[in-house]
């Protein structure tokens, strides 16, 4: 008889990581990122620098893993009566959040790690939900919007400007980019 591996949920290792996670989060908020090591978030974790090399490899795939713990979502977009609204309520949270300090040190998180990291995917996939939501309501009420256009034409400019632009992230910025939309 073949033995099935049981998964813990819970248990040790998400205690672990939780351990580990927090202090990343408490030590940059102390201090610069740029002096943190591995042997120091272990020591505050209270676990071996070897328990994070060999869940995370190095640093920077344990900043983008706090980072996608930090982005992950914990309720779906507001819910405002009106697809326009809705839309504009999201696009306005997702702006002010990523063109903040805090955001871009997030995104740079997320990017910097390795090429074959699933960070990156995985962020965009939440980006998607929360449009499909959108999107789910407008269509209960009738109404109805692209989200690939709404990813291509207003996501994807916000966040390139954030990236790579030198210019700020306005409301007249992604207002404009909401009104070139085709809502019905």
Not at 120 to 144: F, K, M, W
Request: include cysteine; charge should be negative; proline fraction near 4%.
């Amino acid at each position: 008889m073949a033995v099935k591996e049981r998964i813990r949920i819970g248990g040790r290792s998400a205690r672990i990581q939780a351990e580990v996670h927090k202090a990343v989060k408490d030590l940059l908020a102390e201090g610069d990122r740029t002096e943190l090591t591995v042997p120091m978030i272990a020591a505050r974790a209270g676990v071996t620098p070897s328990t994070i090399y060999r869940r995370w490899g190095d640093l920077a795939e344990l900043f983008a893993d706090v980072a996608m713990q930090r982005l992950r979502p914990v309720a779906d977009p507001e819910n405002t009566g009106s697809t326009k609204r809705d839309l504009a309520a999201y696009v306005e949270q997702y702006a002010e959040e990523f063109s903040s300090h805090a955001g871009k040190s997030l995104l740079f998180d997320l990017f910097s790690s390795s090429l074959d990291a699933p960070h990156p995917g995985e962020y965009c996939n939440y980006t998607y939900d929360h449009l499909q939501v959108i999107a789910d309501r407008a269509s209960a009420r009738g109404e109805t919007f692209d989200v690939q256009e709404v990813i291509d034409h207003v996501i994807a400019p916000i966040m390139y400007r954030i990236l790579f632009g030198k210019g700020e992230v306005t409301e007249d910025f992604w207002q404009g980019l909401l009104d070139r939309l085709d809502l019905k």
